[in-house]
């Protein structure tokens, strides 16, 4: 103990305390939401819009059919491994899928006077159209467009089709669209009209309020003409 220590009781300790920012998340936190629950409710928009239109595609079948625009293929047929859903030859895919685009390309175009743009299907399907047209680009020839393998003509529109998956549309169904030049809604297969896509109304109900968050969105088809169907069965298997 060393003893030359004195101290003092009435003397103040003085302590040096600096002083620490602390970030107010509480505003943060409310955007943060505000911008999850905006981000939730236009993908909802989006999902109710894929289902709309795979019913409404569904629908408009019949008419395709009239229109023949809708064809089938059966791709177990190309099974030669004994129920393994392998094909014995990618080729014979190829050449069960792609002439039925064609066909319903050419008839599209005699229809309604425009080759079809898109190709519409659920995401199996879409993976194997997407394969097809890798494997097209991939034969010795057809990126140069000089028609080997018979790519020529209607069957070439294949490459021009931007593939589309959606959840909605069931596994199969293979859907050809056009798209109209120039926004002309005369040549309009498939219209999407959209009014205050989210607006917020509230209800007072004995003193409680409760806000709801609407959209004012429309999906129809007012030509079925431009549209066209392929009900592939076995692509869950194959794919």
Not at 67 to 76: E, R
Not at 84 to 102: G, L, S, Y
């Amino acid at each position: 103990m060393n003893k030359n220590c004195t101290i003092d009781p009435n003397e103040d300790f003085l302590i040096e305390l600096p002083p620490e920012d602390i970030q107010d998340y509480q505003a943060i936190f409310k955007i943060d939401i505000i911008r999850t629950l905006s981000e939730a409710v236009k993908r909802q928009i989006l999902l109710n819009k894929d289902t709309d239109l795979a019913y409404f595609l569904l629908a408009a079948e019949a008419d395709m059919a009239a229109n023949g625009t809708s064809l089938s293929l059966n791709l177990a047929t190309y099974d030669t491994t004994g129920a393994r859903f392998e094909p014995n030859n990618i080729i014979d895919i190829f050449k069960a899928v792609i002439p039925r685009i064609a066909i319903l390309a050419g008839t599209i175009r005699r229809n309604f006077n425009m080759y079809p743009t898109y190709l519409v299907a659920g995401l199996k399907t879409a993976a194997l159209l997407r394969s097809l047209q890798t494997l097209a680009l991939s034969m010795p020839g057809i990126g140069q467009g000089d028609g080997n393998f018979g790519w020529a003509g209607d069957s070439a529109q294949f490459l021009k089709m931007k593939v589309l998956e959606s959840n909605a549309i069931g596994e199969g169904k293979i859907y050809l669209s056009t798209k109209a030049p120039n926004d002309a809604l005369e040549k309009t297969t498939i219209v999407d009209l959209i009014y205050q896509p989210i607006y917020i109304v509230t209800e007072v109900t004995d003193g409680n309020t409760r806000n709801f968050v609407k959209a004012r969105t429309l999906i129809e088809i007012p030509r079925t003409d431009g549209l066209g169907v392929i009900n592939v069965a076995g692509i869950v298997d194959f794919v």
